[in-house]
């Protein structure tokens, strides 16, 4: 590496060329495959990727000096977009970093509270490039045209307020039909060395690009956009040195199936988990992009891998070949440093690697595709298959695709189709067009198929599902990331498998968990027997990306005559009044509205599905806190007591009679409280309704940050046996508030129904800033207080 001062010198000529240069270029149409989309702001975006591998070295050169040691490829670009890195501490898993993202990014569902709370900001303009992305709400039911049809019908007031609001403040727009928000993201705006953060828990999907790519709350998206420095707890770096290569019927998916079941669901948390080794280079950049999606499962902050000719590749096929070489002229800083240190490293040879299918009902229960079957009989699970389902953020690109394509197409040779039901989810359009056009999406139909709308459909619960009733106890196999109880369909009793789309293709075919398609034979319609080959498909199309339709809307350079409208006797969208500020005392007398048992994640406390419509008005949407939660009172979900009337009802209603008496609450958590998505109304709606505090073993790390933006209290148990201690009638106090301090515990007295008391300590991870946010209500009171 080049010392300091030499390459800040050499940077700096070349910044200011480029700046002169910026003055005399005019918006053009940027070329996306064989199409033109007019990008309006956009414009200008390859001279801030260079920028930013520009300026970023400099940043992070400046870092490695100061801690004096190699850096690995995450601390480079995470350290090299500091607010002010000439001060700031720098220690993993302690200190808080402030940093400076380069883009925001925000799915249709988390938008609608996001872009409300900017409203309440009263800034007029977002600070940096941000876009909204409609795929959360189109529900499968019949097929992809008909349910898009039908969801810009019946979400038209959503999207005209999604699509205004964009205009308005300076957000681009990718109306519904675009595609799954993190495939467009690594088609349009991810490159090696970026910093985004999403308002989705999928976002490090990214990190197949080399970007650092980030799952946050919208409150975190509200303080990039509204150009305050963004907080993150300097993460941890995990390591996974890939030797060997891929091949046969291995894939890419197996490796994150693999890696779950080795950290579990919360082995990442509080780390980013970076990639590295010869084997990287035998995976395309889609399944890098796979395999950082599914990082979100093992409560990763996200995860990466080095920049490599496959990355250069995607990028000169989806029309950034400028940026892929650019990307060449800084390749050294794109990389690990020799020597950097990994806080735990984990080692796994490609070559010995074999499919893999994880389930039910949690994605790290790992299995050997060979030994799902018998693991299945012996504990129960239905083997028969009824439904097999390809696509999602997770897989859904054209390699994924080709793979499933070439399974599919064996079994029509053999005169077969797919005993159990099978659907495609496209992530994008450019996917949709381009293997419609090379014919995949029609082998697919032909194996039995249906082609669903370029969203996410069943894998966030948007599923109508016909061929089974509640509580009806069967097995679906999927392609995407998250298997919680209820996701997909809402019925408990589905037992829900995540693997790769060609295994999920042969699954479909079989019928059964005990399908093995690298050694079992199948039965053609001729009564001979085969065996599938494992498939074999290009990672990208030969001839360009068809673009298909043209779904953005790029923001207008004047806004001042935009209008954004939200009626006040509307059930889709709430405008936001300010939460309470704190009072100065403490917390007094506390009443637990529930005692949770076991997994709680944000699907147990705000369910998405039909509730889904409701993410733009918080009153209507808290009407589904917490009654996917089970009560250790009584084993029940949704059913607690009510500590007045002494009757049992749901969640929702317990937490608005106590609001409505002016009784304040608790919730009593267990481990890894709030894994899963990044979705903050899990965090408004207790808030909302009269929440204070939420006390558990452990959190995950975006559901603990959304907490604390709300305002709310997020308390662990300094001894986490002291769980047990808390009973569902009991009544607690939190003390210590008035000298509340940056990892000062706070003091908790539990009042038992018998007079009896008990005192335990309560832990928190809470900065100075975080517990301004406290005192204010929010961290939105509090960017208004500082506003004034």
């Not at 084997?279 to 891998?305: K, P, W, Y």
């Not at 969640?651 to 409280?673: C, F, Q």
Request: glycine fraction near 10%; include cysteine.
């Amino acid at each position: 590496m080049a010392p300091y001062s030499l390459l800040v010198s050499r940077l700096q000529v070349k910044a200011s060329l480029a700046l002169s240069a910026l003055s005399a270029l005019s918006p053009p149409s940027w070329k996306l495959g064989s199409k033109k989309r007019q990008l309006g702001e956009e414009w200008r975006h390859l001279f801030l990727v260079f920028v930013d591998l520009t300026f970023y070295p400099i940043e992070f050169c400046f870092c490695s000096s100061r801690l004096n040691r190699p850096l690995t490829l995450s601390e480079k670009i995470v350290y090299g977009h500091l607010d002010d890195p000439a001060n700031q501490e720098i220690e993993r898993g302690k200190t808080y970093l402030r940093l400076r993202p380069d883009r925001v990014a925000m799915q249709d569902a988390t938008a609608q509270m996001a872009m409300l709370q900017f409203i309440s900001s009263g800034l007029p303009r977002v600070a940096v490039p941000s876009t909204i992305h409609c795929d959360h709400l189109i529900e499968a039911q019949l097929g992809g045209e008909k349910d898009l049809r039908r969801a810009k019908d019946i979400n038209q007031e959503v999207y005209n307020f999604l699509a205004t609001a964009g205009a308005k403040y300076g957000v681009g727009f990718w109306r519904p039909g675009s595609g799954i928000i993190h495939q467009i993201i690594l088609e349009n705006y991810a490159y090696p060395g970026v910093l985004l953060i999403g308002t989705d828990s999928h976002t490090p999907n990214g990190g197949g690009l080399g970007g650092i790519c980030i799952g946050v709350g919208g409150a975190d998206a509200v303080d990039v956009m509204a150009g305050i420095p963004w907080e993150l707890k300097c993460p941890k770096v995990i390591g996974v040195k890939l030797t060997g290569s891929l091949s046969g019927w291995t894939s890419p998916k197996d490796v994150i199936l693999k890696v779950a079941g080795i950290l579990t669901v919360k082995g990442g948390t509080g780390a980013i988990v970076e990639y590295h080794g010869p084997g990287v280079d035998s995976i395309s950049c889609t399944g890098m992009a796979t395999i950082c999606n599914m990082g979100a499962e093992i409560g990763a902050t996200t995860s990466v891998f080095p920049y490599n000719h496959r990355m250069k590749k995607y990028l000169s096929k989806t029309g950034r070949a400028d940026i892929a070489n650019l990307a060449d002229e800084f390749k050294d800083h794109l990389v690990p440093d020799s020597g950097c240190h990994y806080d735990q490293l984990i080692e796994i040879n490609l070559s010995e690697l074999k499919p893999h299918i994880n389930g039910p009902f949690t994605p790290d229960l790992a299995h050997p595709v060979a030994e799902v079957g018998s693991v299945a009989e012996k504990e129960g699970w239905p083997l028969d298959i009824r439904v097999g389902l390809i696509g999602s953020c997770t897989n859904s690109s054209y390699e994924d695709m080709g793979r499933s394509a070439a399974v599919a197409k064996q079994a029509l040779a053999h005169g077969l189709q797919c005993k159990s039901q099978f659907t495609i989810t496209p992530g994008s359009e450019q996917i949709r067009a381009t293997i419609e056009r090379d014919g995949y999406a029609q082998i697919l139909r032909d194996v039995g198929g249906v082609v669903l709308a370029n969203a996410c459909g069943p894998c966030i619960g948007q599923w109508d599902r016909k061929d089974i009733k509640k509580g009806e106890k069967n097995t679906i196999v999927t392609s995407y990331n998250r298997n919680f109880t209820g996701r997909n369909d809402a019925n408990p009793e589905t037992h829900a498998f995540v693997t790769s789309p060609e295994i999920v293709t042969a699954l479909a075919i079989a019928g059964t968990l005990k399908f093995n398609p690298e050694t079992d034979f199948l039965t053609g319609k001729d009564g001979k027997k085969f065996k599938l080959e494992a498939p074999d498909a290009d990672e990208l199309p030969r001839a360009e990306f068809d673009p298909g339709q043209d779904t953005y809307q790029h923001p207008p350079k004047d806004s001042s005559g935009q209008q954004v409208d939200v009626s006040p006797t509307s059930q889709r969208l709430q405008l936001l009044e300010p939460f309470d500020k704190w009072d100065g005392r403490d917390l007094e007398d506390l009443q637990i509205l529930i005692k949770v048992k076991g997994k709680c994640t944000t699907d147990h406390i705000s369910a998405a599905g039909p509730w889904l419509k409701f993410r733009g008005h918080l009153d209507n949407i808290s009407n589904n806190l917490l009654i996917g939660a089970i009560n250790v009172e009584n084993g029940k979900a949704n059913s607690v007591r009510n500590a007045i009337t002494q009757e049992f009802g749901p969640v929702p209603d317990t937490a608005r009679y106590y609001k409505k008496h002016g009784i304040r609450w608790v919730v009593i958590g267990d481990e890894n409280y709030g894994e899963g998505s990044s979705r903050e109304h899990a965090a408004l709606e207790p808030r909302h309704l009269g929440g204070r505090a939420i006390i558990t073993k452990s959190f995950a790390r975006i559901h603990e940050t959304n907490l604390k933006k709300q305002g709310l209290l997020p308390l662990t148990f300094a001894d986490p046996a002291d769980y047990n201690k808390i009973h569902p009638v009991d009544k607690l106090t939190i003390k210590g508030l008035k000298d509340f301090a940056p990892g000062k515990p706070l003091t908790c007295i539990i009042k038992h129904p018998n007079g009896t008391q008990e005192t335990i300590l309560l832990n928190h991870t809470f900065n100075e800033t975080q517990i301004e946010w406290f005192r204010a209500g929010s961290a939105l009171n509090r960017m208004k207080e500082l506003q004034k």
